[in-house]
């Protein structure tokens, strides 16, 4: 059973275009982040939720809107891609107060053509 | 702000080296530091951590000591195996509501037979 799983794996889309990425998981966690990987391995917060609640906004362009339907899923939509969003973005959860180790989901490689 | 600093890679050794890969940390207060490992076309996976100045963590042959007086958590193996070659990461966090993990830069390690 996957933990943290995220849909699609790859994306490859044109620029201008508008996606979405999808993060489930079923660990019971209530918080839960994106991160995104730059081509030099580079991994930086965007974004983080608490029970459906936005808790972490870092310097993100606003084309990037984050969603979380309910505790266990959490959605990244990207309006108007750029070649610079060309990324592997990661999804990872948390529960709060069970030490600090945060669980990531496989990474969706994203590819702005 | 707070950062982390790890040594440029790739490291690359034969199989049963010793390894060390050099982690430091700047920080505004007592955080958690970590060492998460990736490997090739995998999410991250946490390898170790330590909570407070003292602490060892250790997994898998891996340890790493919070030294509170060099602000460094050196990752150490005795003996590296092929099964080893990924990228490691060196992070911090305070906890907290947000949890939020601030990476160094990834340091690719290369074992070969």
């Known amino acids: 059973d996957t933990a943290v799983s995220q849909t699609p794996k790859y994306l490859v889309t044109q620029m201008g275009n508008d996606k979405s990425i999808k993060c489930e998981q079923n660990?019971?966690?209530?918080?839960m982040y994106w991160y995104k990987q730059d081509s030099k391995k580079f991994l930086k917060i965007m974004f983080s939720?608490?029970?459906?609640?936005?808790?972490i906004n870092e310097t993100v362009p606003n084309r990037f809107s984050p969603k979380s339907p309910d505790k266990a899923h959490l959605n990244l939509h990207i309006n108007s891609l750029e070649l610079g969003d060309s990324a592997v973005y990661f999804c990872?959860?948390?529960?709060?107060?069970?030490?600090?180790?945060?669980?990531f989901g496989p990474g969706t490689r994203l590819t702005v053509l | 702000g707070d950062s982390v600093t790890q040594m440029e890679g790739p490291v690359t050794l034969s199989e049963e080296a010793f390894l060390t890969i050099n982690c430091t940390y700047t920080?505004?207060?007592?955080?958690?530091l970590f060492w998460y490992v990736q490997y090739p076309g995998e999410g991250l996976q946490l390898l170790l951590k330590?909570?407070?100045?003292?602490d060892k963590g250790s997994n898998k042959g891996f340890e790493a000591t919070y030294r509170k007086e060099t602000t460094s958590f050196h990752l150490e193996k005795g003996s590296v195996q092929v099964s080893d070659s990924a990228v490691y990461f060196c992070?911090?966090?305070?906890?907290?509501?947000?949890?939020?993990?601030?990476f160094g830069t990834g340091t690719l390690l290369a074992v070969q037979p």
């Open positions: 939720y608490n029970n459906k609640e936005l808790i």
């Open positions: 920080a505004t207060g007592y955080p958690s």
């Open positions: 990872a959860s948390r529960k709060t107060g069970a030490g600090n180790e945060q669980f």
């Open positions: 992070a911090l966090s305070y906890g907290g509501a947000t949890n939020k993990l601030i």
């Open positions: 660990l019971g966690h209530d918080t």
């Open positions: 330590a909570t407070k100045a003292d």
